[in-house]
């Protein structure tokens, strides 16, 4: 059983559409992250959410963390060619030490 | 500022050997962590260091073990290869804190053949 699972599982859209996917637990973090991964690399930190309820943006991207702090999303406006990759959420469950525990990720094809 | 440094990049070797990866930290971090990727999934986490101790572990088999520098840099050995040992292998660095940012190197890939 996956302890974060990541929806869609993968996504193929047209350049300039706007996209919003999701990562879903179970179980509480003290924390979650976002990572993309371009093949052959190591990820990529996007973002970190703390607090229940918190909302970052990156430029195009906005984050959003469950007031439960349970589950994130993350949405895409203006998807552009270099957003293609995989996207990866990670949380740490209380006490864990900074442990990440990943989902499997949700592969993007954004096409131009 | 370097970030984190993995070597080798790609790695070959055949069933029953054993392999040493390498990773040295980004400045300033004191924390280790290593994961296994296999193609198609999420990083699955290994083990953590922290003051040259093994703090944390995953569910793997002994085979996998590993070392932590007083520079912090780390090592990850695996012994008795299997074919299923085939994966992306990345090392994370952190500050000893809860709720703190982990940055990844760019892994090494080890095939076994």
């Known amino acids: 059983t996956q302890l974060l699972e990541q929806s869609p599982q993968f996504l193929s859209i047209q350049e300039g559409e706007n996209l919003t996917v999701y990562c879903n637990s179970s179980s509480v973090f003290s924390s979650l992250q976002w990572y993309r991964q371009e093949p052959g690399e190591g990820p990529v930190l996007l973002v970190t959410?703390?607090?229940?309820?918190e909302v970052k943006k990156l430029k195009r991207l906005t984050f959003q963390f469950g007031d439960a702090r349970k589950d994130s999303s993350l949405h895409i406006t203006a998807a552009q060619p270099g957003d293609t990759g995989l996207y990866l959420c990670?949380?740490?469950?209380?006490?864990?030490?900074?442990?990440?525990?990943f989902g499997k990720g949700i592969t993007l094809s954004v096409r131009p | 500022d370097a970030g984190v440094t993995q070597s080798p990049t790609h790695l070959i070797k055949t069933r029953g050997q054993q392999v040493t990866l390498r990773c040295s930290p980004k400045s300033g971090h004191d924390t280790v962590s290593w994961y296994q990727q296999a193609l198609g999934q999420g990083p699955q986490f290994i083990f953590q260091y922290y003051e040259e101790e093994e703090r944390q572990r995953g569910n793997f088999p002994d085979r996998f073990s590993g070392h932590q520098f007083p520079n912090y840099s780390s090592e990850l050995n695996v012994n008795a290869l299997l074919l299923g040992d085939s994966a992306l292998y990345l090392c994370a660095s952190s500050l000893v804190s809860v709720n703190t940012e982990a940055f990844f190197g760019q892994g090494t890939r080890l095939t076994v053949v």
């Open positions: 990670a949380g740490v469950i209380p006490g864990a030490n900074s442990k990440l525990t």
């Open positions: 959410v703390v607090t229940g309820g």
